[in-house]
């Protein structure tokens, strides 16, 4: 099965025009995409979309994409484009399954840590405190192959217990994860794509 990931950024008042008049539009398109009681769970995906798009739930969110990706033929591209007009920014992905398992392992050891369970729906500030963990962590994977990682030096000064906390990770782990493939790259491209966003990211994994 395939694993992805997707960050996403949402533009409230777009999806309250956009798409909720697509979902009234073509009500019995998107039905197809829903669980059972149909019409009463499109009419809370319409009353959510109107409020607040972030309060969609991720099970509503997943029928959404399935939905946009089946009506555009499985376009990755345009699937991306149209879900933005309707207020859903797919802004990064990882759509590598080995990734994606990386990723979520580096997660979850910083949430044991710092006991923070982290829903689909993310506080940009503490998500960025992850970002920065796992920058630093992956950052010794560079530095043992010998590679740069430019951003873990300028940013190990302000955040000394997160650097510590990742030396000490990647020292018990430091066997299994140089086995791996590093996330360094997919952890710096992150932390530039929101380090100054301040509404809240959804996190979304997919398994198709």
């Known amino acids: 099965m395939a694993e992805e990931l997707y960050f996403i950024k949402t533009n409230p008042v777009a999806a309250k025009i956009n798409l909720y008049n697509k979902l009234c539009r073509e009500e019995e398109s998107i039905l197809n995409y829903l669980d059972d009681d149909k019409k009463t769970s499109l009419e809370l995906i319409k009353k959510k979309v109107q409020e607040n798009v972030d309060s969609l739930s991720k099970e509503e969110l997943l029928h959404i994409f399935d939905w946009f990706n089946s009506k555009f033929n499985g376009d ?14 797919v802004f990064y992905e990882i759509s590598s399954s080995n990734n994606v398992q990386i990723f979520q392992e580096i997660l979850s050891d910083y949430e044991k840590y710092f006991q923070r369970i982290t829903n689909h729906i993310v506080d940009p500030e503490k998500f960025n405190q992850f970002l920065i963990y796992g920058i630093f962590f992956t950052g010794f994977i560079n530095k043992e192959k010998g590679e740069e990682n430019i951003l873990a030096d300028f940013l190990k000064s302000e955040y000394k217990d997160l650097y510590s906390f990742a030396e ?11 086995s791996k493939e590093n996330m360094y790259n997919h952890f ?18 997919i398994n198709s």
């Open 76 to 89: 990755h591209e345009e699937v991306k484009t149209q879900l933005f007009v309707h207020g859903i920014d």
């Open 188 to 205: 710096t491209d992150l932390y530039d794509s929101m380090k100054f966003y301040k509404s809240p990211i959804i996190k979304l994994y």
């Open 168 to 178: 000490d990770e990647f020292n018990s782990k430091k066997t299994e994860i140089l």
